[in-house]
Antibody, heavy 123, light 112 residues
């Protein structure tokens, strides 16, 4: 059974940092691209970042570029999101999601999601 | 403001059919056959319901179907059941480094 379990969320002051983790199990983690998707309270879904299976390709949404860093450790079956210079508008539930991609690296859909971890940015 | 436009809410009675639209541009929905739909119940993670415009993952009832015409994709749910009441989000590949994937704003489905 595929499982994705996020951790690391919490309350942080504006300008602070936080590192999220996503522990994967039930599939060959090193064979899949991974993503972070967030959802502000009462709002819709927003794609945040993508990392390919080998970490060779990484993308970020404009809203987080330069502040967030996605990474993975295939030996530990883990995905990470380092979040720096946090702002109030980064307050959201952060989901890790497994991406299905074509041979050309196009993500077609997210087939498994974790339960999410809440990040609250407030003084 | 979300990149893809969905109606805020739709409703239907048990047994009826409803359709949720998702309008984008030629750079996303209209440019690729990579539209997916997600169901989200309150406090839960999103669940994949449709991918590649019209394909259903294993375990998703065939009451759920997807289609696309031009820049607009649609999710149709037939034979509405109480458990279908949820938020639904469309999603499309968008092809650029910082706009890799875009979502719709979500549609609240109410089963009357």
């Amino acid at each position: 059974e595929v499982q994705l379990v996020e951790s690391g969320g919490g309350l942080v002051q504006p300008g602070g940092s936080l590192r999220l983790s996503c522990a994967a199990s039930g599939f060959t983690f090193s064979s899949y691209s991974m993503n972070w998707v967030r959802q502000a309270p009462g709002k819709g879904l927003e794609w945040v970042s993508y990392i390919s299976s080998s970490s060779s390709t990484i993308y970020y949404a404009d809203s987080v570029k330069g502040r967030f860093t996605i990474s993975r450790d295939n030996a530990k079956n883990s995905l990470y999101l380092q979040m720096n210079s946090l702002r109030a508008e980064d307050t959201a539930v952060y989901y890790c999601a497994r991406g299905h991609i074509t041979i050309f690296g196009v993500v077609t859909h997210f087939d498994y999601w974790g339960q999410g971890t809440l990040v609250t940015v407030s003084s | 403001q979300s990149a893809l436009t969905q109606p805020r809410s739709v409703s239907g009675s048990p047994g009826q059919s409803v359709t949720i639209s998702c309008t984008g541009t030629s750079s996303d929905v209209g440019g690729y056959n990579y539209v997916s739909w997600y169901q989200q119940h309150p406090g839960k993670a999103p669940k994949l319901m449709i991918y590649d415009v019209s394909k259903r993952p294993s375990g998703v009832p065939d009451r759920f179907s997807g289609s696309k015409s031009g820049n607009t994709a649609s999710l149709t749910i037939s034979g509405l059941q109480a458990e279908d009441e949820a938020d639904y989000y469309c999603c499309s590949y968008a092809g650029s480094y910082t706009k890799y994937v875009v979502f719709g704003g979500g549609t609240k489905l109410t089963v009357l």
